[in-house]
């Protein structure tokens, strides 16, 4: 079993409900189990501002599936959740699942880098990651509570 942390981000549509689907359609995956969710946050859009406020959350998780399974298996529930891929990566979107963490693995691939590339830098997984995971120490060794720290709120509060 591995423990892994997932962020949710959504702009689009109804952010609330598509993070509630989104929950419960990771628990329906294979030998999946939700352990926690963080409160759901209201953060700034990072990027182009010129769209909505984001829905933020970090969901924590225990599973048997692999990393590269566990990557096709959120991409699926995105795609059936009703995202649309643009071309623009920095643009809105309906609902979007980042594996942040898995156990203290470090992956470097074309497909899949984990830990997430931007995560020690954005408000908006750090503050719902350490509601839930307060000890956390990421597998560079740096803690969760140091690095929050250094990231201001950037006016994010409760959805
Ligand atoms: N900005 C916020 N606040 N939250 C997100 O989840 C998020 N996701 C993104 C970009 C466009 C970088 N901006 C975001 O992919």
């Keep these: 079993m591995a423990i892994v942390f997932i962020a949710l981000g959504a702009n ?22 939700v352990l926690q969710v963080s409160p759901f946050y209201r953060s700034k859009p990072l ?14 998780i225990e599973t048997t599936l692999l990393p590269l399974e566990l990557l096709s298996a959120v991409q699926e529930i995105e795609k059936n959740l ?5 071309s623009n990566r920095w643009g809105p979107r309906t609902l979007d699942l980042d594996i942040l963490l898995y156990d ?3 992956l470097t691939s074309e497909i899949l880098t984990i830990p997430h590339y931007d995560m020690k830098n954005r408000e908006f997984v750090l503050y719902p990651l350490f509601d839930i995971a307060p000890e956390l120490v990421l597998p560079d060794k740096q803690r969760i509570s140091d690095l929050l720290q250094k990231v201001p709120m950037n006016n994010m509060v409760r959805w």
């Design 12 to 33: 689009l549509g109804d952010p609330s409900s598509q993070a509630n689907d989104a929950i419960e359609a990771i628990k329906t995956l294979t030998s999946t189990q």
């Design 47 to 60: 990027g182009p501002q010129d769209q909505p406020d984001y829905l933020n959350a970090v969901l924590k």
């Design 82 to 86: 009703g995202r649309v891929r643009k």
């Design 104 to 106: 203290d693995l470090i």
